[in-house]
């Protein structure tokens, strides 16, 4: 009988996890890098909800969830292109929004011609704003590149202890 409801349990089980996986597959493509690694971040979250909720899988468990749940917000950030785009945010604090300016050129075809901010006192002001925001776009990218490197190097080292 044990047997039996052993068996229950356990189907229950995997179809819980199934629908919980559903849940994150259904929107995404195979061929899609970002829904790969949506995918792969979801895991490790479920595993680090996993490693803190049982105590049997032993005394660095908690350690091991801690890891899970960095990587997977590193993954976050690195697969939304947080460090790259976040000169924006505080270009936009310090100067408010910036509206694209184009120029047109007949056609339905235009030319950027540059970026005008809220907040800019005059041209040379606005000019200012537009070298400091190519600056730290350049930073910011190279952030990115630093960033997503340290991800793939922290799964390296650690994916193969998540679950011993």
């Given at each position: 009988m044990k047997k039996i409801w052993f068996e229950i349990k356990w189907f229950f089980r995997q179809l819980n996890r199934s629908l919980a996986y559903f849940k994150h597959s259904w929107g995404g493509y195979d061929w899609d890098y970002s829904y790969s690694i949506k995918m792969?971040?979801?895991s490790l979250?479920?595993?680090a909800d996993k490693l803190d909720s049982n105590s049997a899988y032993g005394t660095d468990a908690k350690s091991r969830a801690s890891?899970?749940?960095?990587i997977a917000k590193l993954m976050e950030r690195v697969n939304g292109d947080y460090y790259a785009m976040k000169y924006a945010e505080v270009l936009e604090n310090m100067y408010g929004k910036c509206e694209m300016v184009?120029?047109?050129?007949?056609?339905?075809?235009?030319?950027l011609v540059g970026w005008k901010w809220e907040k800019a006192v005059n041209d040379k002001h606005n000019d200012a704003i537009n070298d400091l925001s190519r600056e730290l776009m350049i930073w910011g990218?190279?952030?990115?590149?630093?960033?997503e490197i340290l991800l793939w190097k922290l799964v390296a080292h650690n994916i193969k202890y998540f679950w011993d």
């Open positions: 792969f971040q979801y979250e479920r595993l890891r899970c749940r960095m184009t120029k047109d050129l007949g056609d339905g075809r235009y030319e990218e190279e952030k990115q590149k630093r960033a």
